[in-house]
């Protein structure tokens, strides 16, 4: 089988590549001069070149021919999956067309916040203009006269089509509305108020990924405008964010990240530097995130062991006891932001975002349309209009970028953590007292060796019903919910 | 001309590469989770195999071969000689080799910083071995049958040769022997003490970064193990450290990298990611730092200035006056570093590793007697001996990743510095008045206008000599040298 090892070594200096280019982008928010804007531009786009290039080698197409995956094991056997289906993936987008996308979206991503911070949707429509145009043309030549959002989606959950998403909204939209009905303005929630100085909010964010179990020898926490993690093997670096006002954003962010980290961290070694060697979709990904930040970091034993260390650092923070607590970080509330909405809307803002996306990828939907569009379906699922465009329209990077057929798999974590949480209970059946001392330990250690250490081994969808023995639904997220916030808001 | 067209676009990716691996290396030092060595090591070998690629492109023989260089303006036949050069340099190493010595010297600086760090030189014998092997058969593939000492000095300083430099330093040693043995131990210099925080320490390095011109808009200071500049165009970054004992360390360490860094922000900005978009050699690059550091830094009239700010800053520095500062950044003192040595001694530092180093890639001399002969030779240069490797064979990083003929390009760098300071002081009659009130700008502005905008446009020798209006010898340093420290010695 020497195809089999030339074929593996070139993949692992792709695989180091990918490594340094994402660190690249790291580097871009957090480190970066802002003077150097377009140079860095020139330096992503000739990065994306080289993977480019590789992805698309001849060589590739010759050694996938020689080698009979058959007679290899069931790691082999994914590996040759995965790299097959990158090869044919790159093949279909003209290098030319990858290139651009790639030198556009790296000025884009400035460009956005700009508009953002400036409340400016007008300037920064040419803009987005063309990132949809190109990421149309990307589309197209991915599903090679197929459905282009489902070859989109592709990109981020591998085997997940718009019909199945679709299905899975409708299932959980009227019982998430219902829910919101029940409990939206009940009851006021505690309110933090007091003083948080950056400083302390940033020892408590690494404590806080310390008690998740993130290895700072193989990563740093950073401060940038968006909380993000990035990386794979024995380099995932986290960023979260303060606010004088509100901690809850920082540490929430934090654990969030750390999720997403600590699937990382925890894939086999042995899969480092190839293409098993990183969370195997968006979806689970963001199942990872979404279990650490909410079914564990937002429930009623953790948020006590919270109570105590926020009291340590903050001294008075206008919130009476552990109980008080739970009800702030768990408060339903009306908000513009996606980022900051609580777990029973948050997948009301995805489904907003799902159908205007679709509509753009689909051209029935243009962008001098989109902040209408995006006004009009807000009020009618929100019931209050859009005050401003940061709240609105601009409030997410990701479609400066080109992230398209990505807000979905958010949900789909969601979805998938409340699967896995319902697992997790049962295989750790006294967690609650563990998490009471701020020892998440026992939950960790069962993601890891359910989910985590099998990086790209499975397909996302196996790699959720193995872990979780059922078959993804919607139906344990709901629950979940339900009982949670019925037991909040006494209903 | 397509071909030269083909060419500079296929070179700008190049270019823009060599950058992204450049601030790999600033990551790495600066940035890096401490258990990121191996997959790093992975990641640079990957970039280095990449680059290595490009350089070696048939493509770029055919194009070669396409363009009339004559029918060219200036700036388009230095490019074409600068890719002509670099494409045949890169021809004579095996690829493999290049990816070895990527590999290796990016694991052995940290195993060079830990046997400083635990003063064990036997342990890292065997890898500086390997790396010594590993450049003597680069330098072997370079000097086809040549030289190759010389082979290896023209990667740093192209057009140089050990003779040249040895003439250089027999015409210095005497000299400087001479004026060290007149002035060491002569008068006690005034010594610094006092308090002086880590805080404040960095404020000062950045007011003295704004002092010299550097702009943070393309660049950004961090604190290091090791002091260095990365980067050209709109991303050079600089780092420093800080002593508590010590701020000059700091601050002597911060104007010289502001040199460096000011020298690749000065280029001209139309050979931005171009063979002509950084520093043309590294005795050129060294002629920058030196005279920031040296002539202007330590003049009378500038530490006149640091005397204020750093009262300001610290308080009480024991320091009674402006002279007595003068007196102490100029004291000429016993001392193992060369990165600590005044002016008068730091070339006999250089001479010692310039022999030493020629020793070795010439297989006169091996790795197991290095640190003897570091030891005999140290002796019988400055009169007493090593007490510890770390103030040794051990104290530089440069062998450790392969540094062999770029020590004495820092000689040729002060002897360059000589040159055109003698041509400053003509050039701006009054400069000492403005360096008294801390501003630099009339020197920075003619090094800008002489020297740095060129970047790769002339030669080494070439840059100088116009910039300075004379053929670049020693005699303008020593002359320098004689005059400051005669006067500052009474002699």
């Given at each position: ?18 490594q ?5 982008g790291w ?36 050694w ?5 995956a ?43 916040a ?26 197209q ?9 489902d070859a ?9 089509t718009a ?16 829910l ?11 309110k933090l108020?007091?003083?948080?100085p950056?400083m302390?909010?940033?020892?408590m ?32 670096r ?18 969030h990240?750390?999720g ?35 079914q ?6 953790f ?12 001294g008075?923070?206008?919130?009476a ?7 702030a970080v ?38 001098a ?12 699922d929100?019931g ?5 465009p940061?709240?609105g ?6 479609w ?28 750790v ?47 344990p997220l ?6 949670k ?7």
């Amino acid at each position: 089988m020497s195809a089999f090892k030339d074929l593996m070594a070139f993949q692992h200096t792709t695989e180091a590549l990918a490594q340094v280019a994402g660190r690249l982008g790291w580097d871009q928010e957090t480190m970066m001069p802002r003077g150097a804007v377009d140079q860095r531009a020139e330096e992503t786009a000739a990065m994306q070149s080289v993977l480019h290039s590789r992805r698309t080698d001849p060589r590739l197409g010759e050694w996938l021919a020689q080698i009979d995956a058959s007679a290899l094991g069931p790691v082999g056997q994914a590996q040759i999956r995965h790299i097959r289906k990158s090869y044919a993936r790159a093949l279909k987008v003209p290098a030319d067309l990858a290139k651009t996308i790639a030198r556009v979206t790296s000025r884009s991503q400035g460009q956005w916040a700009a508009a953002r911070a400036a409340e400016d949707v007008k300037t920064f429509l040419p803009v987005l203009d063309e990132v949809v145009h190109l990421k149309r043309l990307e589309g197209q030549a991915l599903a090679d006269g197929g459905n282009v959002y489902d070859a989109m989606i592709d990109d981020y959950e591998p085997d997940m089509t718009a019909a199945e998403l679709q299905a899975m909204f409708d299932a959980m939209r009227p019982r998430l509305v219902a829910l919101r009905g029940a409990v939206l303005d009940k009851a006021p929630a505690p309110k933090l108020s007091g003083s948080f100085p950056e400083m302390a909010q940033m020892d408590m964010a690494r404590k806080l990924a310390q008690t998740f179990g993130y290895d700072f020898a193989k990563g740093r926490i950073d401060k940038a405008v968006h909380p993000f993690s990035s990386g794979s093997g024995h380099d995932v670096r986290i960023t979260t964010r303060t606010s004088a006002d509100d901690p809850f954003n920082c540490f929430y962010s934090t654990i969030h990240e750390v999720g997403h980290a600590c699937y990382e961290q925890g894939i086999d070694a042995a899969y480092a530097l190839t293409p098993l060697g990183e969370g195997v979709s968006m979806g689970v990904h963001e199942s990872q995130s979404r279990i650490y930040e909410n079914q564990i970091g937002r429930s009623r034993a953790f948020t006590a062991w919270m109570f105590g260390e926020m009291r340590a650092r903050f001294g008075d923070i206008s919130v009476a006891d552990a109980e008080s607590l739970y009800k702030a970080v768990n408060a339903v509330h009306r908000g513009y932001i996606r980022t900051e909405a609580d777990e029973v809307q948050y997948n009301l803002h995805i489904m907003l975002r799902f159908d205007l996306e679709r509509a753009l990828m689909a051209g029935d939907l243009e962008v001098a349309d989109l902040e209408a569009a995006w006004n009009d379906r807000f009020k009618a699922d929100f019931g209050y209009g859009v005050d401003k465009p940061s709240n609105g329209v601009l409030q997410d990077v990701h479609w400066s970028v080109g992230l398209f057929g990505y807000f979905p798999t958010y949900s789909l974590g969601n979805v998938y953590a409340g699967c896995l949480h319902t697992a997790l209970r049962k295989a750790v059946p006294g967690l609650d007292a563990d998490l009471a001392l701020g020892d998440t330990s026992a939950a960790t250690a069962w993601l890891r060796a359910t989910v985590q250490i099998h990086g790209g081994l499975k397909t996302p969808a196996q790699t959720i019903a193995d872990a979780s023995g059922m078959t993804p639904s919607p139906e344990p997220l709901l629950t979940y919910l339900e009982e949670k916030f019925g037991a909040i808001y006494a209903l």
